[in-house]
């Protein structure tokens, strides 16, 4: 019987690295085993130090084990010509293209992406299949999937026999595949869920969220893993010593709250990669042995200090006689939302109206501000305004405005399509874009500060004006709907030329000074570049502080850090904003101002 491990938590926890610390070690144990990532932004190749790409490869080194990155691109070639080829020699062409273009939408992407993870859910010819699945927030739409789109195909059945996905006879069949792997991801003996989480608060909230979220569609978790523990013999500098005591807090109010197995893995000097690194993880995780602090993941050599002039943001953020929009993106957990607060909180103090919007699924900004934020625009602090982009209370507000716009204007057949379409699960995924540029197109703050989901996810976000448009041309896709389809495309235009607009729009990646922050935030440049948009800052965060590191397992790390820092600088060729690992964790709005100091 395969065994079935879905690891998830906090974006930036160690999740990829303790889910391929998991899969050596059942290889290793002689069972034939493969890692899955369903993370559009993924780094199973980094880990690995090997290619790995859309395909199932074995891992150099370790016997029995083989990995694969899903590409949601290929998944949707292979996902339409699985639905369209069998009909390629008993169907018109102007059919075939009429099928393809139902099929040309966002969710197809989405769902194609899932229906290839299922593929693996019903083989047997692994003993283990470890999921290393995306940040929490995504994870959970990915599970909530097979029941939406089962009840979805169902009504579409009764109704006019159309999907988002192509007409209802093409993917009948989908139903059943749908129905059984929600039963599976609920059976418990043959599934289990990992959480991974830091020791840290906001980590904390969001795996307790995760869980009760993940509990309302019957699902159950298994495990907790506590990664980045600092150990205690390294906390003898009072600046990490306060650290570790808010750590061992965390750990204790996780003992407290979560009833259910846990592990802990502690910090180590250097960055795990490569099999030696992973396998020695494993063994930690597993055993409880710590062979060493120190990773084998390579000796660090001395890499002198590291200057790099500070760049001028005023320029890059404050408003110039129109709104300025600046977006803060990167890979899970590099702080982010907290580096998108204190940027706004510097903004609103220069005497500008600033709204800060969050389009993670698992924002956290409420948190980090330690107010509670909805899904309208509340005011924080003078000039300061923040708001929650909330998926279903989006869709509920596109919903009946896009209905309510269209009565009186279409007939009762084409309402009913309209309708139809409007509740497929990919909807929304396009009311919550179509809340996004709301504030993107609104005149009533001179600063936009976007605190967007994780990098590939950031991606998938902009790519929709483009899918989008097609989908809107497809749900009133006739003669009576020409100037919908005119208004639709003119909008779109307008919010693409914004974004690469660089004296409207500012792009900023923030990451922290390792190797697979790097690697991720430099491919989101460039696919950003592809799509006409320039990055214009660099913001390396959670730089450790030459004071505080005085004994060789913190000094080793700084070490690695101005290495990083290093190529961060010759690999991005931008404006590079340093900031410092802070002693406490933020939360609040006198901490965030406290932290203003960094900017300035």
């Given at each position: 019987m395969t065994k079935y491990?879905?690891?998830?938590?906090?974006?930036?926890?160690?999740?990829?690295?303790?889910?391929?610390?998991?899969?050596?070690?059942?290889a290793t144990e002689g069972k034939k085993t493969l890692i899955v990532t369903t993370d559009p932004a993924s780094n199973l190749a980094d880990v690995f130090e090997q290619e790995i790409g859309h395909k199932i490869t074995p891992i150099r080194g370790i016997n029995n084990l083989s990995a694969m990155e899903i590409d949601p691109d290929e998944a949707t070639k292979e996902y339409k010509e699985k639905i369209i080829g069998p009909?390629?020699?008993?169907?018109?062409?102007?059919?075939?293209?009429?099928?393809?273009?139902?099929?040309?939408?966002?969710?197809t992407t989405e769902m194609a992406s899932f229906d290839r993870f299922i593929d693996f859910m019903e083989t047997d010819e692994y003993d283990v299949i470890v999921f290393d699945t995306a940040p929490t927030g995504h994870t959970i739409r990915l599970l909530e999937l097979p029941v939406d789109w089962s009840k979805h195909i169902e009504e579409s059945a009764k109704g006019s026999g159309?999907?988002?996905?192509?007409?209802v006879q093409t993917i009948q069949d989908s139903k059943d595949k749908y129905d059984r792997a929600t039963a599976l991801l609920k059976d418990s003996e043959k599934t289990s869920f990992i959480f991974v989480m830091r020791p840290e608060e906001l980590s904390l909230y969001e795996t307790l969220r995760a869980s009760k979220e993940l509990e309302t569609i019957g699902i159950r978790s298994g495990e907790i893993i506590i990664n980045g523990i600092i150990p205690e013999e390294v906390s003898d500098i009072g600046f990490f010593r306060k650290k570790y005591e808010a750590q061992q807090k965390v750990i204790t109010l996780t003992e407290e709250a979560i009833k259910k197995p846990k592990r802990y893995m502690f910090l180590r000097d250097n960055e795990v990669k490569g099999t030696d690194a992973l396998t020695d993880v494993g063994r930690a995780l597993f055993n409880g042995k710590i062979s060493s602090l120190r990773s084998p993941s390579g000796d660090i050599t001395s890499s002198g200090e590291f200057t790099v002039e500070k760049p001028d943001i005023d320029n890059l953020w404050l408003p110039r006689n129109e709104t300025k929009a600046i977006f803060f993106t990167g890979k899970g957990g590099v702080g982010k939302t907290t580096i998108s607060c204190i940027s706004a909180i510097y903004i609103s103090e220069k005497g500008y109206k600033t709204l800060l919007v969050t389009t993670d699924p698992a924002a956290h900004i409420g948190e980090v501000l330690d107010i509670k934020v909805g899904s309208e625009p509340i005011k924080i602090t003078e000039n300061l305004y923040a708001v929650m982009v909330d998926q279903k209370e989006a869709f509920r507000q596109y919903k009946e405005r896009t209905l309510s716009e269209a009565r009186g204007k279409y007939s009762e057949e084409?309402?009913?399509?309209?309708?139809?379409?409007?509740?497929?699960?990919?909807?929304?995924?396009?009311?919550?874009?179509?809340?996004?540029?709301?504030?993107?197109?609104?005149?009533?703050y001179d600063a936009v500060v976007f605190d967007t989901a994780p990098t590939g996810h950031t991606l998938r976000l902009l790519d929709l004006p483009f899918d989008y448009a097609k989908q809107v041309e497809m749900m009133v896709g006739c003669a009576e709907s020409s100037d919908v389809k005119e208004e639709a495309e003119n909008r779109f235009r307008a919010i693409i030329n914004t974004l690469r607009d660089?004296?409207?729009?500012?792009?900023?990646?923030?990451?922290?000074?390792?190797?697979?922050?790097i690697l991720e935030s430099h491919r989101a440049m460039l696919d950003l570049k592809e799509a006409g948009i320039e990055t214009q800052l660099v913001i390396a965060n959670m730089?450790?502080?030459?004071?505080?590191?005085?004994?060789?397992?913190?000094?080793?790390?700084?070490?690695?850090?101005?290495?990083?820092?290093?190529?961060?600088?010759?690999?991005?060729?931008?404006?590079?904003?340093?900031?410092?690992?802070?002693?406490?964790?933020?939360?609040g709005l006198g901490q965030l101002k406290q932290a203003l100091i960094n900017l300035k």
């Open positions: 491990l879905f690891f998830s938590g906090k974006g930036g926890v160690g999740k990829t690295t303790m889910a391929c610390a998991t899969a050596i070690r059942h009909f390629r020699e008993i169907m018109p062409e102007d059919v075939l293209a009429s099928i393809n273009e139902q099929m040309s939408g966002p969710c159309q999907t988002c996905l192509g007409p084409m309402l009913m399509a309209m309708e139809e379409e409007l509740n497929s699960p990919c909807t929304e995924e396009m009311a919550a874009f179509d809340r996004f540029i709301q504030f993107l197109e609104g005149k009533e660089q004296k409207h729009t500012v792009f900023s990646l923030v990451l922290y000074p390792e190797s697979t922050p730089v450790l502080p030459e004071e505080a590191c005085r004994n060789d397992f913190f000094i080793n790390r700084r070490k690695m850090q101005i290495r990083y820092l290093k190529e961060i600088r010759d690999r991005f060729n931008l404006p590079m904003l340093q900031f410092p690992m802070l002693q406490e964790e933020i939360k």
